[in-house]
């Protein structure tokens, strides 16, 4: 990797590029460029990129953007295999200039490399621990299945540190900034062959081809579930939105058929967009739309019940087979038919246990909201839980939301994660919301496909 | 405090309600009372209530369902002060039984003891520093001034977690249960009442007389704002909220209509109930709904505008009094005429300073949005601009989505909100969302007062 415009100065997006690089112990080789130095933070510096003697595979660019043509120049001369161009100050900028600049840009570079940017903060590859942008920190994030492409840096930074509180997985983080020619068509099938990306998140706020982007969902949905986050809903977002990416943010509702007609689907907001990631980065879609609600406390799970009936999901009384059953563990007290009030159940963890492990046989059953607070007295029922549920393996999604102070339970919910045995979420509302997302997106995505046949069609 | 029902078994509420009192170092005395022990945690006992020999301000009652009657008959003799019922067993459960000893209870007691309760977690004071619950986590969380009144005790627990996690400081959390003498109304008042208490959130499942609680609404809402969550949408949760607190939910159109004319407001999740309280804790609310987005990066701008949009804020231009200052600041590479991209100041904060004093002495800006993301670059842009407005003290209220991985900015951010300069939430759109939800009520609680005008009417 040489990184063009290498730099000692914290004050220089070069210094946090270096940073960034050596956050992880790269394996390749890191070729400060930089044409007064002789050594960029203890790593020997070139003074021309011509100088590199070895292949370069990534040339991230961080120089002004006056002087970017000719270092694109020179990457083409040395045979660079791709490049970061972090750069500002092209089609984004007010006056022509920048956006002359840029196509100019574009001629020279055409087809022959994949430019990632200009206007970018790079990106990360997690996988193969290349974190190839100007934020060090988001080395910090855990490798995972989730894949998160972005038109904006400020929304790549917000989704990756969410993410990171979140403990959710990703693959990759990637700032198309101008698009010079890697756009989100390209990206969608790079991460459908790859081996980590589980699902594609594309934070979106305008682009000049959408139907490019509308055929590349079409052409990926069998393999990876794409949700979309479609920002610029109005004339003043159309106007903030060519300040920023150098293009119109175009029809909200255009796009948001558009999209579900290719298979994919639109979601509203950064936390149903990032639980629908964890979600699929986490658990297999349920076959269908019906669900029970297991609730330690009766609230939650009326709660829960209400977004439910909401967003479409069924919950449904349950038949007389798990209803005796259930009746057999848990005292008359309580709720039993769906929400069930596991409350009684505290200080009798395994007949909770044996209540979820029940209702999970039920072959009316497509998914398990699960929740329960903490509450001293129920400090064991998730680690049993959880025991129970690893030597068992459920074959149906289970979407929690178990909450705790501090640092309680969050071991359990980390494991429980890890091995895909239940997805957690901090409200009943977003659990629901993430189970009816991955519903809706199965729709779209079998109805492309024309695979298979799923209970609710 | 007397606690009927103290063991030092863990596997009973009573040993989990004595850990809760003496989590805090509570100041007065304890009192456990437990037939059989002649100490329960090393604290002496009685073996009746009535054997305490100082006045007993509260009792707290943890014996099984059918050895409460005798228990509050000794509370009436004792002239115990009052009472919080946490037995189960009553108007919630299967059969007649349980609500033929409720109303005999109700009988018994009349209005000669208040009694929070009965099937409750409890209640906690934080500023009296009492923990009356069977969870001593709850004294984990930051006195403050957003009081939670629940008929839940999961949705309790899930909301002082979340308060914990997201820094909102609490006055009181309180389970109502199936309230037998203590209801929403008696809490509004004593809150309103209650010089800690700046707003109170109301989790309502179902209530018997509606009227009640919305004519403490109108008669409180000048003192202190009401938010409202209201669960129990439809049918099935109607069966649900019987079983949970004797009640049916009720027609929640109703409820709706009926909170907003009494001058609250009702809210539709978790987040938003939280968010609200946690802004009116932080902020003075804004004085009309005319919205600067300011924003480090120009992508969470844009998707703060199209919240703003949505939820019915003013975005405009800028005067050019303050267009023409923000110009001299900024270099032209940016959107400058609201939203403000101040991705071009990240190094240099006190410019980035100088641009939000000058948005805040607009006359014609009621509120900001200010949204930054971490990026390595702008370390310093957090602790400059605290400092900076903490010279200043604004006094119009903002809104900020700053965030950044790990514990980089949480003390600026801990340090602002504490101070009242501002407010912070995860997402760009929940900042939106609490801002609009101010004003919302803002505008319901001036109908009702008919105090004053502000520019939105």
Redo the contacts between chains.
């Keep these: 990797v040489a990184v063009v415009g290498a730099s000692d100065d ?2 220089k ?1 070069g210094f ?1 590029v270096i ?2 690089l050596t956050f992880w112990p790269y394996k390749g080789r890191i070729h400060p460029v930089n044409p007064k130095r002789a050594s960029v933070m203890g790593i020997p510096a070139h003074k021309d990129l011509r100088e590199v003697e070895s292949q370069i595979d990534l040339a991230i660019i961080v120089v002004p953007n006056k002087a970017v043509e000719g270092v694109i120049a020179a990457c083409l001369e040395r045979h660079v295999r791709s490049i970061v161009l972090i750069t ?2 092209f089609k ?4 022509k200039e920048g956006a002359l600049l840029q196509e100019r840009l574009k001629g020279l570079v055409a087809d022959r490399i994949p430019v990632v940017g200009p206007n970018t ?1 790079g990106m990360v590859s997690y996988h193969q621990r290349l974190n190839a942008s ?4 988001f080395s ?1 994030a855990s490798p995972g299945g989730a894949a998160i492409i ?9 989704m ?3 993410a ?2 979140q403990d959710i997985g990703l693959s990759y983080v990637v700032g198309l900034g101008n698009r010079l020619t890697v756009d989100f068509q390209h990206m969608l099938y790079h991460l459908a062959a790859d081996e980590f990306t589980k699902v594609a998140g594309l ?1 979106v ?1 305008g682009i000049e081809e959408p139907k490019m982007l509308l055929k590349a969902i079409k052409d990926v949905s069998s393999k990876i579930p794409v949700v979309v986050m479609k ?4 004339e ?2 159309d ?3 060519l ?3 150098g293009s119109l ?1 175009g029809n909200q509702q255009n796009y948001r058929f558009g999209v579900l007609q290719s298979g994919g689907l639109v979601v509203d ?3 149903s967009f990032l639980d629908l990631l964890k979600a699929y980065e986490t658990l297999t879609p349920p076959k269908g739309n019906r669900v029970a609600i297991l ?9 829960a ?3 439910c ?2 967003l479409g999901l069924h ?1 449904k009384p349950f038949g007389w087979k798990t209803l005796s059953e259930i009746e057999e563990i848990l005292p ?4 039993r038919s769906n ?1 069930v ?1 596991l409350g009684p159940l505290w ?1 009798d963890e395994f007949a909770l246990l044996k209540v979820v492990k029940k209702v999970l046989k039920d072959p009316e059953i497509d998914a398990v909201l699960f ?1 329960m ?5 129920n400090l064991n029922s998730i680690p049993v839980l959880l025991e129970g549920l690893l030597d068992e393996r459920p074959q149906k999604p289970i979407f929690t ?1 178990i ?4 640092q ?1 339970w969050k071991k359990e919910i980390r494991e429980g994660e890890e091995k895909g045995i239940f997805c957690n979420f ?4 977003r659990a629901a919301k993430a189970c009816a997302g991955m519903l809706l997106l199965e729709r779209r995505r079998h109805r492309q496909t024309k695979n298979g046949r799923t209970s609710w069609t």
Tied chains: 1, 2.
Excluded: N, R
């Design positions: 914290p004050s997006l946090h940073k960034s500002a100050g984004e900028s007010e006056g903060f100007f934020t060090p920190e910090l972005s038109q904006s840096g400020g929304i790549s930074h917000l990756g540190f969410l990171m509180e934070y706020e920002a610029g809903k109005g003043l977002a106007k903030a939105s300040s920023h990416t943010a907001d950064v936390h609730s330690g406390q009766a609230g939650p799970g009326i709660v019940l209400d977004s009936v909401e919950v008359p007290m309580a709720i929400p009030d200080y929740l607070m903490f509450a001293s007295a939301c909450m705790a102070p501090g309680i901090p409200t009943p509302e």
